[in-house]
């Protein structure tokens, strides 16, 4: 159940005429009274003798019968209150227990307070509520107020679990501020597929990711046709910044501009320049020891980006794991910059899950932890070859490099979930785990056609070289070799264990080092898992047909020594 307070008005019967009203696209059905402040007030929905200015005066009465220079200039208070879609559709009883809840625990009308404000709740459809309160008490005082959206929302907990309703996580302030229901209708008559504000904040997240300068940034959304006002001082130092669609007007056919603090808290201008900021304390690395300083040679290509992010990103599952608060939560906010990068230069057929996967990440990579920059480096780098090698093809080596990044990415959403749940971040971890369910479907459409190749290449291997391979398996993992050969995934595991002999590794070294490292008991394709922990380990093209990849081969970053991560489809980890 989701409280939302609006933003305070100034003319009772506006917003009654709306509630009572048809709305916007005859979406409003039967509006009628579920509650108010006193139980004969007359319903202008169904008694024919009300009318909506009846109930204005009615509100409207303590507010003026104050002096002009004493009446509140937006005296009009209004709460909507939603039941989760999932929710049973509640009784109108139901819901008038609920508003005198709300409203109670709000300041508006307080249990056994005979000189409340005066207010009433108006059901236009199955799922929620509006109530609509004056703010000038009977006694001609004005309510407290303080912290009553806070209020709500604990109240709205409380109401979920003595209704038996859907439990949503409780906020912490740190979450964007949601479009408004103007802006929705807005959206929705103009064709678009979110609102103004939210398509503001992909673009502008998907310019900050992996950006070095505040020049780049605005090179980038200039690039994506995004309209940008900047704030500067007299001194010519650059204060701020707004951002608008170009096609989004107002009434006076003027393009809606939004601030960047308006669009999300980290997306203002001091806290974007904190990306590029490398305090002293990031000068070691998680573990106190001199952070290494590899080389970054120009990226060659999608492919080769996509590997250097795979191996930044499981540097970063293990921070998260062992690192202090502040470098977590740097780590995990660069995460959603690499979520946003990715989507910006994936293929046709993995695109929406990775934008709705970096859409929703968006809300997990903020919390009270402060993030401290600078450990995230690698991360944010790791963004930026991503956004300059360019979009990848979803075939060959960057298709197949593509499903081993989303592979790990699905990893990382996972650790971030984890890690915000155990501090009791409710709705970042519900935000992780979202993400990670959008990055499985896209590391299945992404990885459908490399495991189909290695799977053939399996097939075509001749009786002798199969055998030995199986050997080999038993001999490794006498506990889950029948399992594992009577997988669909086999096939593609020999050929894999045939590539890495090719290319000079042990095999019977690298499945032992494979299969040590993580546990493989609860995997759901223990062959499709060991397929792309060989393949990283033994540095195999992600593609074996891909003829330039394996030219490369040498130049592909140096595989992680402490362990190898699995596959995001197979891995029961997930459930963790």
């Not at 979406?27 to 007359?42: G, I, N, Q, R, S």
């Not at 009977?138 to 038996?164: M, T």
């Not at 929705?188 to 939210?198: I, K, L, N, S, T």
């Not at 393009?255 to 997306?267: E, I, Q, R, W």
Request: hydrophobic letters at 40%.
């Amino acid at each position: 159940m989701i409280p939302s307070i609006h933003m305070r008005g100034s003319k009772t019967y506006g917003l009654i005429r709306y509630l009572f009203g048809p709305g916007t696209h005859e979406e409003h059905t039967d509006p009628h009274l579920v509650a108010a402040f006193d139980p004969l007030t007359l319903d202008p929905g169904r008694d024919p003798r009300a009318t909506y200015w009846q109930l204005q005066r009615l509100l409207d009465q303590p507010v003026n019968a104050l002096p002009d220079g004493r009446r509140p200039r937006k005296h009009v208070w209004h709460l909507s209150v939603r039941a989760s879609p999932e929710d049973p559709v509640l009784p109108d009883e139901d819901w008038a227990d609920i508003a005198r809840r709300m409203v109670a625990a709000t300041g508006i009308a307080p249990d056994g307070d005979d000189a409340a404000c005066r207010w009433a709740a108006v059901r236009h459809a199955d799922d929620h509520i509006h109530i609509i309160a004056t703010l000038v008490r009977d006694d001609g005082r004005r309510p407290r107020l303080h912290n009553e959206a806070r209020r709500a929302q604990a109240e709205a907990r409380a109401i979920e679990a003595d209704y038996g309703l859907r439990r949503v996580a409780p906020g912490d302030g740190t979450a964007a501020k949601r479009a408004t229901s103007a802006e929705r209708h807005k959206a929705e008559r103009q064709g678009r597929r979110r609102p103004a504000r939210e398509e503001l904040r992909e673009a502008v997240r998907r310019a900050v990711a992996g950006a070095a300068s505040e020049e780049e940034v605005f090179d980038r959304l200039a690039a994506a046709g995004v309209l940008i006002r900047k704030r500067v001082a007299p001194s010519g130092d650059l204060l701020g910044y707004k951002v608008a669609l170009p096609d989004d007007r107002n009434g006076e056919k003027e393009p809606v501009f939004y601030a960047g603090s308006t669009l999300a808290p980290d997306l203002s201008l001091p806290r974007i320049r904190e990306r590029w900021t490398l305090p002293a304390q990031a000068a070691a690395s998680a573990d106190g020891s001199a952070p290494e300083e590899p080389a970054l040679p120009d990226v060659t290509g999608p492919a080769f980006a996509r590997r250097r992010a795979t191996a930044a990103a499981w540097q970063a599952l293990l921070v998260i794991d062992h690192c202090d608060d502040g470098g977590a939560a740097a780590h995990i906010a660069a995460a959603g910059e690499v979520l946003d990068a990715l989507a910006k230069t994936s293929a046709a057929h993995t695109r929406a899950e990775l934008r709705e996967a970096a859409f929703v990440f968006e809300r997990a990579s903020r919390s009270h932890v402060k993030a401290v920059r600078g450990h995230d480096r690698a991360l944010r780098q790791a963004a930026r070859d991503l956004v300059h090698s360019g979009p990848a093809l979803g075939r060959g080596e960057d298709g197949a490099t593509t499903a081993m990044l989303i592979d790990m990415a699905f990893f990382l959403a996972v650790a971030a979930a984890n890690w915000h749940a155990k501090r009791h971040h409710g709705q970042q971890a519900a935000a992780a785990r979202q993400a990670a369910e959008h990055l499985r479907a896209a590391y299945q459409a992404a990885a459908a056609h490399p495991m189909a190749i290695l799977r053939q290449r399996g097939q075509r291997l001749g009786p002798r070289v199969r055998q030995r391979h199986a050997d080999l398996l038993h001999q490794v993992l006498p506990e889950l070799a029948e399992r594992v050969r009577a997988e669909p995934g086999w096939p593609a595991l020999a050929a894999t264990l045939d590539d890495a002999q090719r290319a000079g590794h042990d095999p019977a070294a690298l499945l032992a080092d494979a299969t040590r490292r993580r546990e493989l008991d609860t995997a759901t394709s223990v062959s499709d898992v060991l397929v792309w922990r060989l393949r990283r380990d033994a540095h195999l093209p992600a593609s074996p047909h891909d003829a330039s990849a394996r030219g490369n081969r040498r130049t592909l970053p140096s595989a992680p020594s402490a362990q190898s991560a699995p596959s995001a489809v197979n891995d029961s980890s997930r459930r963790r």
